[in-house]
């Protein structure tokens, strides 16, 4: 923003100026520039930023006439898309050879669709309405068990400023290696004396030292630099103690140089990977047991706690005490998927046929659920945010989706080609970022991702009937920081 006006403070910006300003802010922006002052406070929630707002991010539509102030109106709309209640997306397909494998670890960011299949990563570039293949990452010899995308600029592949926003793939394989791409480039860690089958969620510590961490069937966490630009000796660290192979590894919030580890014995330890070198045998800080019936399958750190689900629970654990929080038990429910976001005090599991959506604050217990959302065989697939619960599973070629506060279902999207489908597809993988989703599935043409996006829909979708959802009584949330989300 501009200097103010000769004799004029910033306080005393009027809200015309303020909505020229808009024409470059987002939402959160506005929202933001609120808090400064009580002036600014009141042009920022005028009619004229809402409506430039408005404008600007959905110029196809004719502004409705009603009760309804611009922001309010805004904000409704924003919810709208974000919980995809259109029969309209914009939508395309890429279709892969039938003798081609299903693809696997689907993720969608920005302009880029990637995903694994075999030995073989790939990233199909978004266009307007199709998809085409930009890469295809054919250096490991065996299968990828773990892809993860992290800011180029905390990689060793990072050159220039012009590409500050830009994302590196890392992935992890059978072959026992780690590779890190960027258009065209390169590095690969070698050191697991076995397959690796697990990259941790975000790279650790702060400032220029970054550093990466594996897990593998050889039972060793390994920690590798992300700062220096030799091809050899990347490996800083190689932290023992579990006894069976990682399943998963996630960085704490509190402290971004503690690195939680579970393996398939439900064993959980956290470890100081800040510690030297000649301390690495006292570099674990932390361990506790989760004596669950069977393997982890999901982790969350969220300021000094960590979520792990596995079996038919999922425990809360304090990582200062390593002491179990809270246990949430599902009976003899076996876990097929938990998505968790403890921000919101919510965490969601997809069992054999529904998905359960938990208020964390309250009782864990069966009665205490805030909804059950029904499917038609195992939930395997899962995602959630303040908006929208998704579910989808291999028994189904449609996914669902469903109100966060209240469990309503209020869409369902297939995942089939729109325009022709031969035969019933299996559902096998799904991303989903804001108001897009892409899915992937098999069907006898073979396996296909469908891409969509509900930016720019304009037909409601009708309201199926609420008898698909169980619904215990108003729940209590405070919206304020999510609605104005851009």
Known sequence: MSAPLPGRTLADLDGDVLAHCARYLCARDVTSLAMACRPLHAAAYCDAVWYRLYREQWPFLQVPRGALGMRE?????NTEVRQMKFVDPTSCIYKLHPAESTPSHLMLDRNSVWFSQGPIAKRLGLGWLDMELVEAYRSHSARVTCMRLFPL????????????????????????TVRLYWKGHLRCYKGHSGPVTALADKLLGDGEFKVLATGGEDCTVRLWSMNTRAKKHPL??????????????????HKSSLLVSSSKDTKVKVWDTMAPPSSVSSSC??????????????????????????????TAIDLRTMKKV??????????????????????????????????????QELANTVAELHSDGPVTLLHLDPYKVVTGGPCDDQVHVWETQTGHLVNTLSCNNPVKSAGRSTLSAMAVDGCRIVTTGRSTEGSLLHYQDFLRSSVPAALPGEEVSKFWGPQEYDDEGTDDDD
């Open 236 to 253: 800083v660290s190689t932290l023992h103690g579990h006894e069976k192979s990682l399943s998963l590894l996630s960085v704490s919030w």
């Open 153 to 176: 600029i905390d990689t060793p592949l990072f050159r220039s400023d012009a590409h500050t926003n830009e994302k590196a793939l890392v992935t992890s394989s059978t072959d026992r």
């Open 326 to 363: 809270s246990v949430l038990a599902l009976g003899d429910q076996r876990i097929f998927s938990c998505e968790m976001m403890p921000s919101e005090w919510l965490i969601c599991t997809g069992i054999k046929d529904k998905a359960l959506l938990w208020d964390i604050r309250k009782s």
């Open 285 to 314: 800080v932390g361990r506790t047991y989760l004596n669950s019936s069977g393997p982890p399958i999901a982790i969350k750190c969220y300021e000094s706690l960590c979520y792990i689900a596995a079996g038919s629970e999922v």
């Open 73 to 77: 109106l805004y904000i409704q709309r």
